[in-house]
């Protein structure tokens, strides 16, 4: 006989196991993964969570109960999975591409990430699964209590608690050990690949036991059937398709199986292995589930729970290791359900309620990536605490009535609320999320009120007979009247056809959002984007291909360092790191740095191979290559700015070198021009000091002296003017003045003896408002200058005075030779004398302070080219003082 | 291979034949589920209270069941070969 304390003792063991090879995968898998980690075999036999100890124990039970009905719950998924090749691969290709990481998470990405949707789902989700993990907790300690000898006291409670604890622990430990990016847990999924071995084995076991050690063999196990009370049951038409659907319709939305079966996905080819080996599990697990019934019923004593023959049997025939094989099967269905379960509702939970409300309660502030990432792991474990709390919350208040035993069915029509959705996400691109609000909603309220509700009895018997309200039409187990038929197959019927039709109904009635139809058309068009379902991603990043892109937006250098150091803490030797995620997020952030964390995060995904790229992923892109563009457009009109100030800069330069040239050549002219008259001013007075001289040299020379000292003094004058004029200190006086009258005061003040001078225009009698001292002073200038320079015969001026537009033009003409084409340029130019001919009084100075007259003036004086002498014309505003003000 | 003239023309059908059989290969995953939905359905329904006890029945099911198992694991297997040639 099997002692409790040996009973305690193998199943701590066998958890301790379950530890070690959990924590075996995990370290197999960061490392790059082993051959059983990552095998089709481990994925097909993680989908084995769909057996909890409620079909463990449970399908017995019903089989005893209900004969072959019990076939319907491994028939549905069989047919789901022959047909992977329809809506499996679809639903995992869709999940591996849009990075899904639970149920809710789908139907929200799909109907343009959805809030509201994600809620509605995890509470749906959460509503239907708590009670079947109170369930687990019962079917755990029942089992316990089959192995205590009558008489003895063991608390039950305790142990439901102490189960519960431990799978808190356990699911803590390894499913939040790392926040993968695709929610994978190796360690996890490998320890309930052992739990599912362990599960057929055991059940494999019994019922070898059964048919050939109890009974005689197969056909005396066919006549044992046809004599037992399980023959008389005939299959209900309503009740078999209606479980088949729905446990179709569980194996893809309950949470648990989502998770093993999309989430935990490593590679789209295991679906091939799965899509017979599944069924072929299902198979040989319900293979002996009758004859073990059949047997319990002849065997054991009338009123014995027949959930419980697969321990009950082999106790009574005292096959001690048999009932242990047995209790670790039905221990391995339960705590295997309950760690993914509450898995993947903690992601639920935590990545749709908590996390969405940390975030909007944080504000702007969480903009740290660390931040978050810790508060996700916090909640996550909070999560999983909270759930299985509540689990064994509800263990408490119900366990032990009748109320559990139902409550898979119920659950699985609780989640099957969900297939509209998840088909019109899959395969219908008209689907709106208001659609999928409205008939999920619908489902979820009709399922409450017609299965749920009533199942879990807390709906009053008064409700059940006379309807809510006591409106009869609202009877929970007859609505709008349909009385007669298997309260599930009511509920089923009501929820799925009134989810259906207004899930179709708004849709078609709505408008869907430009990122729902964006999705939509990823979903549905899934595999359109690689055009061949050969090209099945890899699981791993191709290290080779990480470092080309890396060198390519790093620099050579620079991205081998980085990978040189990643390897070195890997403790591997060369330069090619194992591409773990700890190292594939550090790469990304790297490249974040120098391309965006968009174009980082898309660009490294596309190589992972894990997930195409988003519709957010593309808008974030696009997000960061306006900013770019902005900020190069930015760089380039600075640059631009640049270069003008350095084209200015130039030009200031060059001008200034111009003008340091001018004012060597200046300075020399100045002190050759002062040099000349004071030379002769000194050899002329030294002769004066010798004396003895005529008196006429004497005056001669005293002559000379002083008209040098007049020309020098005029030279000064002149620099001084010019230096005023050029300095802009000049102060002008306004006045009025007729311009011929003008022109004549300079023509008396010139004194034009040598000058033949004739005045002409239309102009004449026009008054002009200027500085006409000034002006007078251009005139006599230009005046003399025609006739020092005019080297005609008889020397003749021409004084042309018209008036166009409101601006004078007086134009002085001479007969004579005019100035050289190559020396026009530079006539009005400082101390520009042409040639020495009759320097006399002159410094060269005169044009020059004429142009700088002119210009203050806010006129101007020109050398005109075309005419035969020497010609110049002085332009002139008529009011020229307020224009060049 | 032969690289002779003709040898693209002979490639193209070889690939065309793989398709074609590829393609077969699908329809019949497709068909499948709809063989076995009629095959685990249609007798609950029809035959509810009919001819067949239990035990006939439960011999009828896992001998279905482990036919659309076996073919399926055939279809599948074919299928995998046909894209390792691809």
């Known amino acids: ?91 995992v290709r869709i999940g591996r591409a849009e990075r899904i990481t639970s149920i809710a998470d789908l139907i929200s990405s799909r109907y343009g990430k959805s809030t509201a949707l994600a809620i509605i789902v995890t509470c749906l989700a959460v509503t239907g699964t708590t009670p079947y993990i109170a369930l687990q907790l019962q079917s755990v300690t029942l089992s316990f209590a089959a192995f205590v000898p009558d008489g003895q006291v063991v ?52 019922g070898i036991f059964v048919v050939w050690g109890v009974s005689d063999g197969l056909g005396d196990m066919l006549l044992r059937i046809e004599s037992s009370p399980v023959a008389d049951w005939q299959p209900d038409a309503g009740r078999w398709i209606g479980m088949a659907f729905l446990s179709a319709a569980a194996v893809i939305c309950l949470p648990r199986m989502f998770q093993v079966l999309v989430v935990e996905n490593s590679d789209e080819r295991h679906l091939r292995v799965a899509a ?64 993914v379960a509450s898995i993947a509702l903690a ?30 792991i916090l909640s996550r474990r909070a999560s999983i605490a909270v759930v299985l709390a509540l689990g064994y919350t509800y263990f408490r208040i119900t366990g032990g009535t ?25 395969y219908w691109r008209g689907a709106t999320r208001k659609g999928a609000i409205a008939g999920v909603c619908t489902g979820f309220l009709i399922w409450c009120y017609t299965l749920f509700l009533p199942a879990i009895g807390v709906m009053g018997t008064d409700v059940m007979e006379t309807g809510l309200f006591g409106v009869g039409q609202l009877r929970p187990q007859a609505l709008f009247g349909l009385a007669g038929l298997d309260p599930l197959v009511h509920s089923i019927f009501w929820s799925m056809a009134l989810n259906s039709c207004l899930f179709i109904l708004v849709s078609l009635l709505t408008f869907p959002s430009p990122l729902e139809r964006l999705q939509g058309a990823a979903f549905v068009n899934a595999f359109e984007r690689s055009g061949d379902d050969q090209a099945i991603a890899r699981g791993v990043a191709d290290t080779e291909d990480l470092l080309v892109m890396a060198q390519r937006l790093l620099g050579a250098r620079e991205a081998q360092e980085l990978f040189q150091s990643a390897a070195e803490e890997q403790g591997k030797s060369g330069y090619l790191p194992e591409p773990t995620p700890k190292f594939v997020a550090r790469l990304e952030r790297e490249l974040a740095g120098s391309v965006g964390a968009a174009t980082a995060h898309a660009m490294v995904r596309q190589i992972d191979g894990n997930a195409s790229v988003s519709v957010e992923d593309l808008l974030a892109v696009a997000d960061e290559s306006a900013q770019m563009l902005e900020y190069s457009s930015q760089l380039e009109a600075k640059s631009q700015e640049l270069e003008q100030t350095a084209r200015q800069l130039r030009d200031a330069n060059e001008k200034l070198t111009a003008l340091s040239i001018q004012k060597d050549a200046f300075l020399s002219q100045v002190s050759h021009e002062l040099r000349t008259p004071m030379t002769s001013i000194r050899s002329f007075s030294e002769f004066l000091m010798e004396g003895g001289m005529s008196s006429e040299n004497r005056a001669r020379y005293s002559r000379i002296i002083h008209d040098e000292s007049l020309r020098l003094t005029r030279l000064l004058d002149d620099l001084l003017d010019l230096s005023v004029l050029e300095s802009g200190q000049v102060v002008l006086n306004e006045q009025s003045a007729v311009l011929g009258e003008l022109m004549g005061r300079a ?26 001292d000034r002006l007078s002073q251009v005139f006599i200038n230009l005046v003399s200058n025609a006739q020092k320079y005019c080297d005609a015969e008889t020397p003749k001026l021409r004084i042309i005075m018209r008036e166009r537009s409101g601006q004078f033009e007086i134009d002085f003409l001479d007969n004579g030779s005019g100035v050289p084409l190559a020396q026009q340029s530079i006539i009005f130019e400082k101390f520009a004398r042409l040639t020495d001919q009759t320097s006399a009084g002159s410094a060269g100075l005169g044009l020059a302070i004429c142009r700088e007259i002119m210009s203050r003036l806010g006129g101007s004086i020109t050398y005109l080219p075309d005419f035969p002498g020497g010609a110049f014309r002085v332009s002139l505003p008529r009011n020229s003082l307020k224009r060049a003000a | 291979m032969s690289d002779g003239p003709d040898a693209p023309h002979r490639r193209t059908e070889f690939l065309q034949r793989s398709v074609y059989r590829r393609r077969r290969l699908l329809d019949g995953l497709r068909v499948l589920p709809l063989l076995g939905l009629m095959l685990f359905l249609l007798p609950a329904v029809l035959l509810a209270g009919g001819p067949g006890t239990t035990a006939i029945r439960l011999i009828y099911f896992f001998i279905t069941w482990a036919g659309l198992i076996l073919v399926c694991a055939l279809l599948v297997r074919r299928l995998s070969d046909a894209d390792e040639d691809r």
Not at chain 1, 184 to 192: D, E, F, L, N, T
Not at chain 1, 308 to 316: C, W
Not at chain 1, 327 to 333: D, E, H, K, P
Not at chain 1, 351 to 372: C, E, F, K, Y
Request: glycine share 8%; charged share 10%.
């Open chain 1, 155 to 206: 608390d039950l409670n305790a142990t439901a608690l102490w189960v519960a604890a431990g799978l808190a622990i356990f699911t803590i430990l390894f499913g939040t050990r790392n926040l993968d990016s695709n929610e994978r847990h190796h360690g996890v999924v490998m320890a309930i690949a052992i739990e599912a071995v362990v599960k057929l084995v055991a059940l494999l076991a019994l």
């Open chain 1, 347 to 376: 992601t639920m939970v935590s990545n749709h309620i908590i996390l969405p409300l940390w975030l909007s309660l944080q504000g702007p502030r969480a903009t740290m990536s660390g931040d978050v990432r810790d508060v996700m």
């Open chain 1, 402 to 426: 009748a109320a559990l035993s139902s409550i898979g069915l119920v659950s699985f029509a609780g989640v099957a609320q969900v297939v509209p959705a998840l088909l019109g996400a899959l």
């Open chain 1, 747 to 772: 023509l008396a003040f010139a004194g034009t003896d040598a000058l033949e001078v004739s005045l002409e225009g239309d102009a004449q009698e026009m008054s002009l408002s200027t500085d006409t």
């Open chain 1, 1 to 91: 006989m099997v002692t409790f304390n040996l009973l305690v003792s193998v199943a701590l063991l066998y958890v301790v196991g379950l530890f070690g090879v959990a924590f075996y995968a995990d370290r197999a898998a960061r490392r790059g993964g082993s051959k059983w980690v990552r095998s089709p075999w481990t994925y097909t036999l993680s989908l084995s969570v769909y057996c909890t100890a409620w079909t463990f124990y449970g399908a017995v039970g019903n089989a005893a109960r209900s004969g072959l009905e019990y076939l319907t719950i491994y028939l549905g998924p069989t047919l789901v999975f022959l047909g992977f090749w329809v809506l499996l691969r679809r639903l």
């Open chain 1, 276 to 339: 017979w080996a599944f069924p072929l599990y299902l198979m040989l697990i319900s293979l002996f589930v009758l004859p073990i019934a059949v047997v319990g019923l002849a065997l054991l004593p009338a009123g014995s729970n027949p959930d419980l023959f697969v321990l009950s049997i082999p106790l009574a025939l005292e096959q001690d290791a048999l009932a242990m094989l047995a209790f670790l099967g039905g221990f391995s269905s339960a705590t295997s359900m309950v760690i």
